[in-house]
């Protein structure tokens, strides 16, 4: 039977833009169109397809999301998500709060609910990771988006753009928010799942760099507001250590079943990110 357009996506549908023309997008049927005719249907599962034939980047693939949500459901990254929610959370106002490779949309949920006038949209790559964050929070739509490209949103429309372990748009991050809104990225140190990383042979390593690479990209749009600093360890169970290798990008090179077999995979590892609120100028 057809179905309807998800009302999450109809709360965000002004702030979206035809990404072939620019054309304001409506509802007709099943699918969102512009008056040129540029039609992108939206699947059953909740998200619509922006990127329509195009050929994203990169995205998770099915077991990759599958061991983010296993993973993500113990509450082990809990502190993440409410660093990002603090954040946030009283400091902008009604509007739109755009999740950049926002994965099973789980630190999305935990922002928009402190702030109860805020809806959302999740961009990401991975169909399977959007079937996932549509469920997350009845306020959240999603949408198959690839970062690297100009976003298909008007200027201005975002009070809060997140960026949780994600490749970054700082030009379009600018674009898009509100002079008074705030961007806040979230990033890992040298010191994140560091006893994971001394096991399994592979992992990909945090760059050393990555602070002063990140500082650069955003320094011609945004100053610094506040930065957290958020590390803690967390116990691990043999299963939750080949689900957090899994969920990683540092899975697509590795065998999770081989991880798997590892007999001495550590039983507690150390959460260690930053989390920093941004105001662009």
């Known amino acids: 039977m057809p179905h309807a357009a998800p009302p999450a996506l109809l709360q965000v549908l002004d702030a979206l833009r035809c990404p072939l023309c620019a054309g304001t997008l409506s509802v007709s049927g099943t699918a969102l169109r512009c008056p040129a005719g540029h039609t992108f249907d939206t699947a059953r599962q909740g998200y619509v397809s922006l990127l329509g034939g195009s050929r994203a980047t990169s995205g998770d693939d099915a077991d990759m999301v599958r061991a983010r949500e296993r993973f993500l459901s113990t509450g082990a990254y809990d502190p993440i998500s409410d660093a990002v929610a603090d954040l946030v959370g009283g400091q902008v106002g009604a509007g739109l709060l755009l999740d950049?490779?926002?994965?099973?949309?789980?630190?999305?949920?935990?922002?928009?609910?402190?702030?109860p006038t805020t809806h959302g949209l999740g961009l990401d790559t991975s169909t399977r990771a959007l079937r996932?964050?549509?469920r997350a929070h009845p306020r959240?739509?999603?949408?198959?988006?690839?970062?690297?490209?100009?976003?298909?949103?008007?200027?201005d429309c975002c009070a809060v753009v997140m960026d949780v372990f994600a490749p970054r748009n700082p030009g379009e991050f600018h674009r898009v928010l509100r002079g008074d809104g705030r961007l806040v990225v979230v990033r890992p140190t040298v010191g994140h799942l560091a006893e994971l990383r001394s096991e399994v042979v592979g992992m990909v390593d945090v760059d050393p760099e990555k602070e002063q690479r990140l500082s650069r990209s955003l320094a011609p749009h945004f100053d610094e507001v506040a930065t957290r600093s958020v590390e803690y360890r967390t116990p691990l169970s043999h299963d939750g250590a080949v689900d957090?290798?899994?969920?990683?990008?540092?899975?697509?090179?590795?065998?999770?079943?081989?991880?798997?077999?590892d007999p001495d995979l550590p039983e507690e590892v150390t959460v260690s990110v930053l989390v920093t609120a941004y105001r662009p100028h």
């Not at 950049?100 to 702030?115: E, F, I, K, N, S």
């Not at 957090?244 to 899975?251: D, F, G, I, K």
Request: charged share 20%; hydrophobic share 55%; glycine share 8%.
């Open 244 to 261: 957090l290798v899994a969920m990683t990008p540092s899975a697509r090179h590795l065998d999770a079943s081989r991880v798997g077999e």
């Open 140 to 155: 959240l739509a999603a949408a198959t988006w690839d970062v690297f490209r100009d976003f298909p949103l008007v200027d």
């Open 100 to 115: 950049v490779g926002c994965g099973t949309g789980r630190y999305a949920a935990r922002a928009l609910d402190a702030l």
């Open 132 to 134: 996932a964050a549509v």
